[in-house]
């Protein structure tokens, strides 16, 4: 048979495209489930290292089983917010509802307004009041996304995980792999009343006389990551913009909530004056 | 076995070894050798992925037309790259590690031993020596990249499979070991020795 004519090369083409697609798809569908449960661990793993339960390794090494279950020791309640910050429906916590990057990526684009859509931002908050949320955003490559745990301040990060798709290995890619760049997050405060929410800076953060960081809502990005440090600013800086309102507001029910409760030690200090004088006029 | 098998098994684990004697394949195993354990799933990978390409295009080779048969080499690696990466990320156990390799393990498609293979010998024999000339070449491969990693993990980290073994001795690991060249020093060193063994190999 002549293997080099025209049609014979057209056809032989197509049909082995066409066979090689078909494999592919039967070996995705049938492993989907799969995969997706291992995500869905991976991401449970996420937010339980941002909310400072252990280390990624940690939780590497336990297993998805005890992953999923130490979730849901831990978690108290989860919920979604509409673009006013008010809350609207729960998450189911018994099935350990959690969102997928592709889910992020959707709400993502609602929030930049490219895609119409319900605004429901997810809130995790645990047990020990810690609050973790969701950032996703453009990386170099692909997309980056994350989590963020907040104390009950609603300000002052207590720890942060991020992951990528496809950012450089050694560099952008030190995100994730970096413990280091992530423990710069811990401490820092967010400053929801700036058009700055959160800032990774070049060329220093700025520090204290002993060189270590200022908790403020600065820290150092990556050398030689620029574009990955950008991209990353943009994505807390866009998602945490979209919560601003839920945590100012819960920030202020805290507040208030410590001036009511006289038997509680007062937990904010800035508030205390303001405390006192209301008490004083009620006697 | 008759010898001719048993050369084309043997041949690509130490004569022949496709990255010391053919340096090909060196981006990867630049990249993937910092622990012993990815080295490990990628030298699996590729074993995989090569010995199944050269069966299924050594089958397929009477009926390819020569003018597209690049395209065809690239679908059926292709494939079986992706089927690769498909299984490991269905696994407990795997998909950690299919994470942290990331990227290289869809660039096996562009390892060059991969396609060399295919090209040299698989297109030219009969199925069942072109499945052991891929699963020979992707064994030479996997077995420098273990070795590399090997070096790299207990002098760059302390430990073994991410187990304590220098750590145990006080050993203050070595950030140098970790970062690329030192792969290619070792993949020297490797080289050096290989031809300090095999004399037919220097040039004069």
């Known amino acids: 048979m002549n293997t080099n004519n025209n049609s014979y090369t057209v056809i032989y083409t197509t049909v082995i495209v066409v066979l090689v697609a078909a494999v592919l798809a039967f070996v995705s569908q049938s492993l989907k489930s799969r995969q997706e449960a291992n995500e869905k661990a991976d991401t449970i793993s996420q937010m339980l290292t941002a909310a400072a339960f252990g280390t990624k390794a940690e939780f590497q090494a336990m297993g998805n089983a005890a992953v999923l279950e130490k979730y849901g020791e831990e978690i108290d309640m989860a919920f979604t917010i509409d673009a006013e910050g008010n809350k609207n429906d729960d998450l189911d916590i018994e099935s350990k509802q959690v969102y997928s990057p592709a889910e992020l990526k959707k709400l993502d684009y609602i929030i930049k307004g490219k895609q119409q859509g319900e605004t429901a931002l997810p809130v995790f908050i645990f047990k020990n009041d810690v609050t973790v949320v969701p950032v996703y955003g453009a990386g170099l490559w692909g997309p980056i996304w994350g989590y963020i745990a907040f104390k009950d301040d609603m300000k002052t990060i207590v720890g942060a995980y991020f992951d990528h798709d496809s950012e450089t290995a050694g560099l952008g890619a030190r995100i994730k792999d970096d413990p280091d760049f992530q423990h710069e997050f811990v401490g820092e405060q967010a400053d929801f009343e700036s058009s700055e929410i959160f800032e990774i800076v070049k060329g220093g953060a700025p520090k204290d006389a002993q060189g270590n960081s200022i908790k403020d809502n600065k820290i150092d990005a990556i050398t030689g990551a620029t574009m990955t440090s950008k991209g990353l600013e943009a994505a807390i800086g866009t998602w945490l913009g979209a919560y601003a309102k839920y945590f100012t507001a819960r920030a202020a029910a805290t507040a208030e909530d410590c001036c009511g409760d006289q038997a509680q030690s007062c937990c904010c200090d800035a508030e205390t004056a303001g405390c006192d004088d209301k008490t004083n006029e009620e006697e | ?104 393990i869809g660039l096996i498609i562009t390892n060059c031993i991969v396609m060399g293979r295919i090209e040299a010998f698989a297109l030219g024999n009969k199925p069942f020596p072109s499945l052991l000339d891929g699963l020979a070449n992707g064994a030479g491969y996997g077995l ?21 073994i220098l750590n145990r001795f006080g050993y203050v690991t070595n950030n140098l070991v970790i970062l690329p060249p030192f792969a290619l020093i070792l993949l020297g060193c490797i080289i050096w020795i290989q031809r300090s063994i095999q004399k037919d190999l220097q040039e004069k």
């Open chain 2, 1 to 104: 076995m008759d010898s001719k098998l048993k050369e084309t098994l043997l041949n690509p684990i130490f004569k022949g070894n496709p990255i010391t004697v053919l340096v090909l394949g060196i981006c990867s195993s630049l990249a993937v050798t910092v622990t012993l354990k990815g080295a490990l799933v990628m030298a699996l990978s590729v074993i995989v992925v090569t010995g199944l390409s050269s069966l299924v295009l050594s089958l397929l080779r009477n009926s390819i037309p020569s003018r597209v048969r690049i395209i065809v080499q690239l679908v059926v690696v292709s494939m079986m790259v992706i089927l690769v990466d498909q299984v490991l990320k269905s696994f407990e156990a795997t998909y950690a590690i299919d994470k942290q390799l990331s990227v290289y």
């Open chain 2, 144 to 164: 420098i990249l273990i070795i590399v990693a090997f070096f790299r993990e207990l002098l760059g980290s302390g430990t073994l499979f991410g187990i304590d």
